[in-house]
């Protein structure tokens, strides 16, 4: 059974016009992920939470923003996407960790479309 | 921040032993290494995490040096359903307490017939 679930799996947006990209867990982990990953390039972190702590990459484009209602839903919303936004996004969990041994679970991604 | 290099791709036959090694020279102390495998349209997988020395599992092994500056990822025996994206996964500390986690540039493994 999935453990890290994406939805959509695919997501087709326009120019501009806002999109939420969701992730929930079974796991009960508490730090969240979002990556972003573009064509043949590795992952790419864009913010996580620490329950409910976020910390936000320096180079992260304000356009991003998430949000975290509870420990098992977890929402990546692009305020105003444009095309070099178009990508497969990545949700993860772990344990925290206070010396970096933890394992990351992800989900299948969801790919960002931007017409 | 660490910077975290592997060899862009490999090509190797069924049955052979595999080697791909990733380089994190300003790993910080207390990091542990972590590797992962990618498919396609799917999300990384995990596979091993070390420390120091030498770790095994029953899919792979990790050989990290003493200076702790590199690490081996060794597949024995690949088959066709190892060909994938290999990725080695850094944890650095910021300032705030927690980590922040660099992926490597990734390895794409061919195995071929």
């Known amino acids: 059974d999935a453990m890290v679930i994406q939805n959509p799996r695919y997501q087709v947006t326009q120019f501009g016009k806002p999109v939420t990209l969701s992730c929930s867990q079974t796991l009960n982990h508490n730090v969240m992920y979002w990556y972003q990953q573009k064509s043949s390039q590795a992952p790419k972190l864009l913010f996580h939470?620490?329950?409910?702590?976020?910390?936000n990459e320096a180079d992260t484009p304000d356009n991003f923003q998430s949000r975290r209602p509870n420990t098992s839903f977890c929402f990546l919303d692009i305020r105003s996407p444009g095309l070099g936004d178009a990508a497969m996004y990545l949700c993860?969990?772990?344990?925290?960790?206070?010396?970096?041994?933890?394992?990351?679970?992800f989900g299948a991604g969801t790919r960002l479309s931007v017409l | 921040l660490a910077k975290t290099t592997q060899p862009i791709s490999m090509d190797s036959y069924e049955g052979q032993e595999v080697n791909i090694t990733c380089s994190h020279n300003n790993i910080a102390t207390n990091d542990y290494i972590t590797w992962y495998q990618q498919f396609p349209s799917q999300g990384p997988r995990f596979i091993i995490q070390?420390?120091?020395t030498k770790v095994t599992n029953e899919v792979a092994s990790l050989f990290i040096p003493a200076d702790r500056k590199s690490s081996t990822l060794s597949l024995p025996r690949v088959s066709l359903s190892d060909t994938a994206v290999y990725y080695c996964?850094?944890?650095?500390?910021?300032?705030?307490?927690?980590?922040?986690?660099?992926f490597g540039t990734g390895t794409r493994l061919k195995v071929l017939a």
């Open positions: 939470y620490y329950d409910k702590d976020f910390n």
């Open positions: 070390g420390y120091k």
């Open positions: 993860a969990t772990s344990r925290a960790s206070l010396n970096g041994k933890n394992i990351q679970y």
């Open positions: 996964l850094v944890g650095v500390p910021t300032t705030s307490g927690t980590y922040k986690y660099i």
